[in-house]
């Protein structure tokens, strides 16, 4: 007996299934495809022909028209020899078969969205959960139904793989857009999640934002900001591009206005998007990824991850949601061949010791933040900290030293590579214009001692 549904052309599956019939060839094209499965099929007797013929591709037995109509006369779930002169009638008006599959999976999708739809309002009197839990459980279950289908990877050889590593050319890697970076982490793949660390006034954003400009004269780059506005992000984009400093900006002034013109002009040949989401969740982050990597996108910067919000389970600790978090956007990265960049707090241990310089346990709520990325940066300020250290007496040892350490970390700053699955350990050092949003790698130079080591 057929379910009730508007949803499904049994004429359709018909020319499919007869043209199959015609030609093992066509099977096997089919199946190439990677689309459909035997449940994507309407009508029962369909669905036990498809999983006939696949189960007997798969063992290389022959399949001709003799050998049919002996299964099509043993076997009644199949519809009948009758039912099999149908398949091979409708076979003869079909033109294009990959369409004709096309069709009847996207059939079988819009059947399984309306059952999901269905069962969803039957349940959802009993579900005790907020209306944004009630819409994200929604969005991310019509996204498996819609977007999870039989991926497109297939399994090679060793030798394979490693051609595509000689011949592709550095496809599957993208730069930091630093070179002093990428020197040591031989560019970052496809694929990987990398943590952008640091304590408040580091300058964690203005990286982000130096890195997504640098990078998106060559690709396309995504800019989710969850903190502060699009309007707040394109005045320090501004400040960057138009070599002016903010408060230039914000006050209007005339001496600003030329070079906000030439931010203006050089943004024209920036693929940079920017998208103020506060309040965003996983599944919705997912639905960006996707359309994001469908405009050919491959970098996503989100700032920052701890504004994630995560509707899982209610009891679940902070750490629990930021475990779910790194996993849900290492899985993104890969799925989608995308690099992602999520900024992060550090926890406030680096405040109360002596050396302030930012480690691995460091990062804020969970450990899955290292082992789910592939690299972790540290922004580090020595300045920030010598500046709040200054000794009273003015005429002593020490206040002589304090101001060698200002002097020597003035304006600047380090990205330290605490982590780097297939690069090195190092740090990197930089000149520091926040009114002008801009960081600027410091060539061949480092620096050792209490606040920096």
């Known amino acids: 007996m057929l379910n009730q549904t508007k949803h499904f052309n049994l004429d359709l599956e018909m020319q499919l299934l007869g043209s199959i019939l015609l030609s093992n060839n066509y099977l096997e094209f ?42 099509f006369e043993e076997n009644k779930e199949l519809g009948g020899i009758e039912h099999l002169k149908q398949l091979y009638y409708e076979s003869k008006g079909i ?55 039989p991926t497109n990877s297939k399994p090679i050889s060793l030798e394979d793989a490693i051609s595509r590593v000689i011949n592709d050319n550095n496809e599957e890697s993208i730069s930091l857009g630093y070179s002093n970076i990428d020197d040591l982490l ?17 300058g964690k954003s203005s ?30 984009a501004m400040a960057n591009l138009g070599d002016v400093a903010l408060n230039e ?41 996707k359309n994001f990597k469908a405009q050919g996108g491959k970098l996503l910067i989100i700032d920052y991850i701890q504004l994630i919000k995560h509707t899982g ?53 969970s450990g899955s933040l290292e082992q789910d990325a592939d690299v972790v940066l540290f922004v580090h300020r020595p300045e920030y900290y010598i500046m709040q250290d200054q000794p009273r007496d003015e005429n002593s040892t020490k206040f002589i030293q304090w101001q060698n350490d200002l002097t020597k970390w003035k304006n600047k700053a380090m990205i330290i590579i605490a982590k780097a699955r297939d690069g090195k350990l190092g740090d990197c050092n930089f ?14 130079e480092t620096y050792q001692g209490n606040y920096g080591e």
């Open 249 to 289: 900006i914000r006050g209007k002034k005339p001496i600003a206005h030329a070079k906000e013109l030439t931010a203006k002009q050089l943004s024209k040949n920036i693929k940079l998007t920017l998208k103020d989401t506060g309040g965003i969740t996983l599944s919705m982050i997912r639905n960006e990824v």
């Open 30 to 71: 089919v199946l190439n495809l990677q689309i459909l499965e035997p449940l994507d099929f309407y009508y029962l007797p369909h669905q036990k022909l498809i999983s006939i013929l696949i189960e007997r591709h798969k063992n290389n037995l022959l399949t001709n028209h003799a050998i049919l109509k002996k299964m």
């Open 186 to 202: 031989n560019g970052v793949d496809l694929g990987s999640f990398v943590i952008l660390a640091g304590r408040p006034s580091m």
């Open 431 to 444: 000149y520091v214009n926040f009114e002008k949003q801009q960081f600027n790698e410091i060539q061949n």
């Open 207 to 236: 990286v982000a934002l130096n890195i997504a400009i640098r990078l998106a004269y060559q690709i396309p780059v995504l800019f989710l900001s969850l903190e502060v506005s699009n309007i707040q992000i394109a005045k320090r």
């Open 95 to 149: 033109f294009d078969i990959k369409s004709c599959a096309l069709a009847v999976k996207e059939l079988s999708t819009k059947r399984k969205i309306e059952a999901m739809l269905q069962g969803f309002i039957v349940n959802m009197e009993s579900q005790e959960k907020t209306t944004l839990q009630i819409a994200d459980d929604l969005t991310q279950s019509l996204q498996e139904v819609v977007y999870n289908l």
């Open 313 to 365: 389970r209610k009891n679940g600790t902070t750490a629990d949601d930021i475990t779910a978090i790194t996993n849900e956007l290492k899985s993104l990265a890969m799925e989608y061949k995308i690099v992602i960049v999520g900024l992060s707090q550090l926890n406030r241990g680096v405040e109360v010791r002596e050396n302030k310089r930012p480690m691995l346990s460091d990062l804020r709520s």
